[in-house]
């Protein structure tokens, strides 16, 4: 299990795929259901921070993650819109659990169409919600008017936020991994808040 987490560390993550591994993570991460446990925030984070150090290309960052979230959210979508409703009662296994499909589609009812953009900024609702708006057969115009605001400014935001950092602190690596906990830890909040107001709606 150690061996698992060190491998879905940011920093090992970046050093041992580089461009092509944050790429292909955040592309995981936005739509395709076996992502939702890929670490998208703190890597986007950490990129961000490492390209303020000259160790990697903040301009490829910025191009090729947003088309990454972008195309993510809509294999999303269209896996979501071929599997309609089925989905709902599919079983269990290591990559899938229904409760998350679930918790996408009650936040899809409460937000409608802004979810989109919303989701971004939340781990595990972010993998699902545009399969669920395929589901739910949302207008592909509306969809890709969202995707494009949300993946511009969770993209853009998450690495200009490392990068700005990594620019105005002095010797910020040395604190770079508490940094990472901090991110982390601040990304699950809405999902904390979310899942106490239903807990409370339950009692």
Sequence with gaps: MSSLLSYL?????????????????????????????????SLLFTAGFLASQDLISIWWLLIFCFIAAVAGDNVGYYFGKKVGPS?????????????????????YERHGKKTILLARFIPIVRTFVPIIAGVAKMEYK???LYNLMGGFLWSWGMLGFGYLLG????????????IILV?????????VIEFFKQKKKVL
């Design 9 to 41: 560390d940011p920093l090992v993550i970046i050093k041992t795929l580089g461009l092509i591994g944050v790429i292909a993570i955040v592309f995981a991460e936005s739509g395709l259901f076996f992502g939702f446990f890929l670490p998208g925030d």
């Design 87 to 107: 989905i709902f009662s599919r079983e269990d296994s290591l990559f899938f659990h229904k409760k998350h499909i679930e918790k996408a589609h009650t936040f």
């Design 142 to 144: 509306s969809f890709m």
């Design 167 to 178: 620019q105005v602190i002095p010797n910020a690596d040395k604190y770079l991994t508490p």
């Design 183 to 191: 991110i982390i830890v601040i990304s699950f909040i809405p999902a």
